[in-house]
């Protein structure tokens, strides 16, 4: 198939055009490089450097004629949409709606949203599924849920199929320690330098935490399947940040203690969801154990400081 990825530059993009191409397919990557990386593009990649709130799909899709498109182009900073809720809007409603409307009218058979589980559910003190009502806080969340709209609202109007993936917390090698997500990097930076590692909540806040290679295979398996529906991509299991911390120690030696601290505002207590839909759907399960997707990411980030 002829599949455009929208941020493909960046850390989950970049892994999933590797493993669409590794299928065989042919991947065209647009991405502005505002946090996506050129090391990160897939060697047979085509690579367009653009912004999405500015290029001319119009035109690029009438010539391109792309079978999917996968978008995960976007704003992903919470407190930066807190801080700017109108760059978050233009980014991620904006830049979408840009790609939509370009899309329904040149043929393409179907778009893969890239969504989050984290800001739809808030607090969950059992995995949460699909039918429960968002209630995103961000407007971050309130974007991604706009976006979600959007895709419906398209259906309906131009027959543009969709399929939406709720991500909880990805982690894994290529990931950017220096933004707000993505704890995992950050420890992982951390630990390498010997520097001192906060631990918010005091440690107990708890999240679901799914490897990227298990992340780019649903969405492999969304190419074809899940019609018109929304998946949570997850692992349902619920790990605290001080169970993440002390595993992730294992693999350095005379690390300075951590500093406990307390809860940063907005943050949740427990956020985990429900892979059970994935599974029956799109027979889809998390693989990796996150001893191994720890293991793995920690030699990734030791081998970039070499
Ligand atoms: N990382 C997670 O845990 C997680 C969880 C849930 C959902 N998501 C979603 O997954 C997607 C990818 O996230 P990521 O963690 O790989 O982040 P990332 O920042 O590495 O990737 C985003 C990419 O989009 C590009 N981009 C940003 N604005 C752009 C614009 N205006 N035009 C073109 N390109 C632009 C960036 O340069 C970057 O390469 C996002 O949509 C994010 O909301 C991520």
Redesign the pocket.
Known sequence: MRILV?????????HSGEKLISEGHDVTI????????KE?IPERANFIE??????DFENFLKKEKFDRII??????DVRKSVADPLFDL???VE?LIRLLQSASKNGVGKIVF??????MYGDTDKPADESVAPVPVSP?GVS?LAGEHYLTAYKNNFGLDFTIL??????GP???PH?E??VVAIFAQQMISKKQSALYGHGKLQRDY?FVKDVVKAVVKSLDSGSGEKYNISTSVATSVFELYELMKKHFEDLPDPLFLDTRPGELKRSVASFEKARKELSWSPETSLEDGIAETISFFKGKRR
Do not use: P
């Open positions: 929208t941020g493909g530059a960046g850390f989950i993009g970049s647009i991405d502005d490089l505002s946090s996506g990386k990160n653009g912004d999405i709130t500015e290029f978008h995960f182009a976007a704003q992903i233009r980014i991620n830049g890239i969504s989050s589980a984290g800001v971050y991604k709720r991500f909880t917390n990805v982690y290529r990931q950017d933004g997500a993505g799914v």
